[in-house]
């Protein structure tokens, strides 16, 4: 699902990318605001908060939004830098190093709640805006901005605008592709959901609070490598039946 690019890329790959990391960005959300009463994959929110303090002239306040903000706008950054630096480099697959990224704070998140306290609560959402500030990017990138998973705003509007284009066969006739889109669109909302469901019954029932990240990390690294493995599992089970065949 990320070794597949460009033209080679299909509904299947976008499918299964979505699905993944949707229900990671919706676990995310709702383990980092369960936590810090903060929202953690967008910023829109964070950006009405940041002009009302300034407009209130409490500077210091709006400067904690803004740095939320900006860190998302960094993560961004840093994965389409990432992506584009190492793009020439054909034996390597360019999304893996801002999703190894992504990876890595998510687990130094969880890892470092069961150690010491945390006492710097906005610079962990601050790390958590990067983490998907990269998602987003990434995802963007690799889907040629067919998919994105952090924020459900831009989807509800395009799927409604699609669902109501159905019923105009005349102006849209090609039924196929927009059921196509919905089909993308409403899975991208029901795991981002299912995420966020599985990440606040793990952090409140289980109770594992932040180490619910973890489990987070783990479903984005055994996709980033789900290919591999697949692609492994093929060619051994042709060799077999070569073999077998001789």
């Keep these: 699902m990320f ?11 976008n499918l299964r990318i979505a699905t993944v990391l949707s229900f990671v960005a919706g676990l995310v959300n709702v383990t980092g605001f369960l936590a810090f009463q903060q929202l953690t994959t967008n910023v829109t929110g964070h ?24 860190s998302f706008l960094f993560g961004s ?3 389409s830098f990432l992506i ?5 480099n054909k034996r390597l697959n360019v999304f893996v190093l801002p999703t190894l ?3 890595l704070v998510l687990l130094s998140i969880g890892v470092l709640s069961n150690i010491v306290e945390l006492k710097s609560p906005d610079l962990i959402v601050c790390l ?15 889907s040629n901005a067919v998919v994105r998973t952090t924020h459900l705003t831009g989807l509800f ?22 059921m196509t889109t919905i089909k993308l669109r409403t899975s991208i909302i029901l795991f981002f959901f299912m995420g966020g469901f599985v990440g606040g019954f793990l952090y409140s ?8 990240l973890i489990f987070g990390a783990l479903t984005l690294l055994v996709s980033l490598f789900y290919d591999d493995f697949r692609y492994n599992f093929i060619r051994t089970k042709r060799r077999y039946k070569q073999q077998k065949a001789a």
């Design 77 to 79: 950054f840093v994965a």
């Design 128 to 142: 958590l805006l990067f983490a998907m500030g990269l998602q987003n990017s990434f995802v963007t990138k690799i």
């Design 47 to 70: 950006f009405a908060l940041f002009i009302n303090d300034v407009a209130d002239f409490e500077f210091w306040r709006g400067t904690v939004y803004f740095l939320y903000i900006f």
């Design 3 to 13: 070794r597949h690019q460009g033209k080679s890329r299909t509904l299947v790959h």
């Design 157 to 178: 509007t395009d799927l409604g605008i699609e669902i109501s284009q159905l019923l105009f066969p005349k102006s849209h006739p090609n039924r196929s592709k927009l």
């Design 101 to 103: 990224i992504e990876c």
């Design 205 to 212: 029932k289980v109770d594992l609070k932040l180490n619910t």
């Design 84 to 88: 584009e630096k190492f793009r020439e």
